[in-house]
C-alpha cells in the first residue's frame, strides 16, 4: 500500500486525494444530474458542505463508538496546556486524521442534503412547488428530492473514497486470505495484519466495484420519472446489503448478538430498513407529486 505520494519534499496524503477525487466525481456527477432535471444549484457548493459535514460526522460516529478511548484522546490533544497552542492544534490535527465510520458520514451527510435541497428551484416542465407536501412527514419535496439526485453522485463517490482507505492502510481491508487477488498492507498500517506479511482481502476494492454498479443502476433509474423518495430509499437499501455482505470478510470486531456482527452490519440493516420505508411511503404518495425529467442531449 502507498499511504503517501511522495514528489520531492512534499508528502500528500492518498486518503486525502482520494477523498478529494471522490468529491470531483461526485460532483460531476450531480451537476449532471441538476441539468437534466433542470435543477437551479451549484453541485459544487452543495458537494463541498456534504463533504465537511460527512466528514466531521463519520470522525464524531467513529469516536463515539468508544467513550472511554475518546476521553483518552482528548486528555492526550490537551496536555501541552493552552499555554501551547500550536502544540494543542498539532495533537487535534493528528488525532482527527484516522478513524472516521462511514454511516455517520452518510447520516451527516444526508442533513446538509435536505437542509440544501429546501431552497433548491426545480424548475422542469411538470415541476411543483417545493412547499408542496414531500413523500416523507414533515419534509418537502424539494429536501427529499435533493435526496435523489444526490443518490447516484453518492455511490460513485463513497466506491472513490474506499480506495483511499485503502491505499493508506487504515484498516479497512479484509481478513487473511490465500485468494490471488490478496493484497499485502503497507508496514506502517494504522491496523496491520496478523502476521504482517499476510495477505489480506481487499475490501475496499470489493466495495468499489459494488458502488459503481449500484451508480450505474440509480443514474439508469433516474433517467424515467419515480415517486420522489423512491431513489433515496433503494439506495439505502442497497447501500445497506452491500456494507453488510463485506463486512463478512473485514477485521472488524464481531460486537453484537453473540459476537457475529460488527457496529457496520447492525447500521446497515438499519439502512435497509429506513430505506424500504422510504420507498413504501414514497410509493404510496407518488400519485401527489411525479416530476417530469427534463431531456439533456447529453445524457
Same mark, same amino acid.
Not at 427529499?144 to 491505499?167: E, K, S, T
Given at each position: 500500500?502507498?499511504?503517501?505520494?511522495?514528489?520531492?519534499?512534499?508528502?500528500?496524503?492518498?486518503?486525502?486525494?482520494?477523498?478529494?477525487?471522490?468529491?470531483?466525481?461526485?460532483?460531476?456527477?450531480?451537476?449532471?444530474?441538476?441539468?437534466?432535471?433542470?435543477?437551479?444549484?451549484?453541485?459544487?457548493?452543495?458537494?463541498?458542505?456534504?463533504?465537511?459535514?460527512?466528514?466531521?460526522?463519520?470522525?464524531?460516529?467513529?469516536?463515539?463508538?468508544?467513550?472511554?478511548?475518546?476521553?483518552?484522546?482528548?486528555?492526550?490533544?490537551?496536555?501541552?496546556?493552552?499555554?501551547?497552542?500550536?502544540?494543542?492544534?498539532?495533537?487535534?490535527?493528528?488525532?482527527?486524521?484516522?478513524?472516521?465510520?462511514?454511516?455517520?458520514?452518510?447520516?451527516?451527510?444526508?442533513?446538509?442534503?435536505?437542509?440544501?435541497?429546501?431552497?433548491?428551484?426545480?424548475?422542469?416542465?411538470?415541476?411543483?412547488?417545493?412547499?408542496?407536501?414531500?413523500?416523507?412527514?414533515?419534509?418537502?419535496?424539494?429536501?427529499?428530492?435533493?435526496?435523489?439526485?444526490?443518490?447516484?453522485?453518492?455511490?460513485?463517490?463513497?466506491?472513490?473514497?474506499?480506495?483511499?482507505?485503502?491505499?493508506?492502510?487504515? %484498516?479497512?481491508?479484509?481478513?487473511?486470505?490465500?485468494?490471488?487477488?490478496?493484497?499485502?498492507?503497507?508496514?506502517?498500517?494504522?491496523?496491520?495484519?496478523?502476521?504482517?506479511?499476510?495477505?489480506?482481502?481487499?475490501?475496499?476494492?470489493?466495495?468499489?466495484?459494488?458502488?459503481?454498479?449500484?451508480?450505474?443502476?440509480?443514474?439508469?433509474?433516474?433517467?424515467?420519472?419515480?415517486?420522489?423518495?423512491?431513489?433515496?430509499?433503494?439506495?439505502?437499501?442497497?447501500? %445497506?446489503?452491500?456494507?453488510?455482505?463485506?463486512?463478512?470478510?473485514?477485521?472488524?470486531?464481531?460486537?453484537?448478538?453473540?459476537?457475529?456482527?460488527?457496529?457496520?452490519?447492525?447500521?446497515?440493516?438499519?439502512?435497509?430498513?429506513?430505506?424500504?420505508?422510504?420507498?413504501?411511503?414514497?410509493?404510496?404518495?407518488?400519485?401527489?407529486?411525479?416530476?417530469?425529467?427534463?431531456?439533456?442531449?447529453?445524457?
Amino acid at each position: 500500500m502507498y499511504p503517501y505520494l511522495n514528489i520531492g519534499p512534499v508528502h500528500l496524503g492518498m486518503f486525502g486525494l482520494l477523498l478529494w477525487l471522490a468529491a470531483v466525481a461526485g460532483t460531476i456527477v450531480l451537476h449532471k444530474n441538476f441539468v437534466r432535471n433542470g435543477v437551479d444549484a451549484d453541485a459544487l457548493n452543495v458537494v463541498a458542505l456534504v463533504v465537511v459535514a460527512g466528514v466531521i460526522g463519520a470522525k464524531m460516529w467513529h469516536e463515539l463508538q468508544n467513550l472511554h478511548e475518546l476521553k483518552l484522546a482528548l486528555h492526550y490533544i490537551a496536555s501541552p496546556g493552552w499555554h501551547h497552542p500550536l502544540n494543542v492544534v498539532l495533537g487535534f490535527l493528528q488525532w482527527f486524521r484516522d478513524g472516521f465510520a462511514w454511516f455517520g458520514g452518510m447520516f451527516a451527510g444526508i442533513a446538509v442534503l435536505i437542509m440544501q435541497g429546501e431552497g433548491a428551484r426545480f424548475k422542469g416542465p411538470g415541476w411543483k412547488s417545493i412547499e408542496d407536501p414531500g413523500p416523507i412527514p414533515g419534509a418537502r419535496v424539494g429536501a427529499i428530492r435533493m435526496l435523489d439526485l444526490a443518490a447516484p453522485a453518492a455511490a460513485i463517490g463513497y466506491g472513490i473514497g474506499r480506495l483511499g482507505c485503502l491505499l493508506s492502510g487504515d %484498516g479497512d481491508y479484509g481478513i487473511n486470505t490465500t485468494l490471488p487477488w490478496g493484497v499485502h498492507m503497507a508496514k506502517d498500517a494504522l491496523v496491520p495484519p496478523t502476521p504482517p506479511n499476510a495477505l489480506v482481502q481487499p475490501t475496499p476494492i470489493y466495495e468499489l466495484l459494488f458502488s459503481l454498479v449500484l451508480f450505474w443502476l440509480l443514474w439508469q433509474l433516474a433517467k424515467r420519472p419515480k415517486p420522489v423518495g423512491w431513489l433515496t430509499g433503494l439506495y439505502l437499501v442497497l447501500a %445497506g446489503i452491500g456494507r453488510f455482505l463485506v463486512e463478512f470478510v473485514r477485521i472488524n470486531p464481531k460486537l453484537y448478538f453473540h459476537n457475529t456482527m460488527s457496529n457496520a452490519q447492525v447500521a446497515a440493516i438499519a439502512s435497509a430498513i429506513a430505506g424500504l420505508v422510504v420507498m413504501g411511503i414514497a410509493q404510496a404518495r407518488h400519485a401527489a407529486w411525479t416530476p417530469e425529467l427534463v431531456a439533456d442531449p447529453h445524457t
